[in-house]
């Protein structure tokens, strides 16, 4: 079975400091997806890349999230520096364009902040 | 601004009746519906989705009804089973855009 491989599984880390989340997408979708689980929000989308080109970051905190896809088969999402209230699971998933076709999500990184 | 709602955060029914999972949205231009599962510590599934063009797509025991009228979508899951129990999230998109709920947690008594 295809996946998507997300890397670490878990996270601790001291506020202020540099976090780097990994994500391998399935081969040869062209569609990757950034997602922050949280109580409140439920899934919020952070970021996505079609074709490795990103098309929609609104939905991160400018100042110290980013997102890229150095190569069709890595996607990464930092935080720099990390807050408390970042703590949260975050999700990759990758599919082909939009519609109808379900999208495949990696098994998250749960991340905590102390 | 939640563009997609799930109103009831948990959901109990017992096993070998109807599961009624609703969903309402408020933008008109989203295209398809999609629900998936999750489960603790797994990344949600996709489970079925419906074109805006339609009102009812069915795959085995669910069933995706669409409302436009009202902007709303449910998911039925008939006869519901144990391993149904999960967090059931409904999405859509617009081509541009694909938006979550806050996800219904679904316990199947057995």
């Known amino acids: 079975d295809a996946r998507v491989t997300q890397t670490p599984r878990h996270k601790v880390t001291e506020m202020g400091q540099e976090v780097t989340m990994r994500c391998q997408p399935i081969?040869?979708?062209?569609?990757v997806f950034w997602y922050r689980q949280t109580m409140m929000q439920g899934l919020e989308l952070l970021a996505y890349f079609r074709n490795r080109a990103p098309l929609d970051d609104s939905g991160m905190p400018k100042d110290r999230f980013s997102a890229e896809m150095p190569d069709a088969t890595l996607a990464t999402l930092k935080i720099q520096p990390s807050e408390p209230r970042d703590s949260a699971v975050y999700f990759c998933?990758?599919?082909?364009?939009?519609?109808?076709?379900?999208?495949?999500f990696g098994s998250g990184t749960r991340l905590t902040v102390v | 601004d939640q563009q997609v709602k799930q109103n009831s955060p948990s959901l109990s029914v017992q096993e070998g009746r109807i599961s009624i999972l609703n969903c309402d949205y408020t933008?008109?231009?989203?295209?398809?519906f999609l629900w998936y599962k999750k489960y603790p510590a797994e990344g949600p599934t996709f489970l079925i989705s419906?074109?805006?063009?339609?009102d009812k797509n069915e795959d085995g025991r669910f069933t995706v009804f669409l409302n436009k009228s009202a902007k709303h979508l449910s998911l039925h899951i008939v006869p519901s089973q144990p391993g149904d129990s999960a967090v059931y999230f409904c999405?859509?998109?617009?081509?541009?855009?694909?938006?979550f709920g806050t996800g219904t947690s679904l316990t199947v008594i057995p």
């Open positions: 933008n008109s231009m989203f295209d398809y």
């Open positions: 999405a859509a998109s617009t081509g541009n855009q694909f938006y």
């Open positions: 998933a990758s599919g082909l364009n939009f519609g109808s076709y379900g999208y495949t």
């Open positions: 081969l040869g979708h062209n569609t």
């Open positions: 419906i074109s805006s063009i339609k």
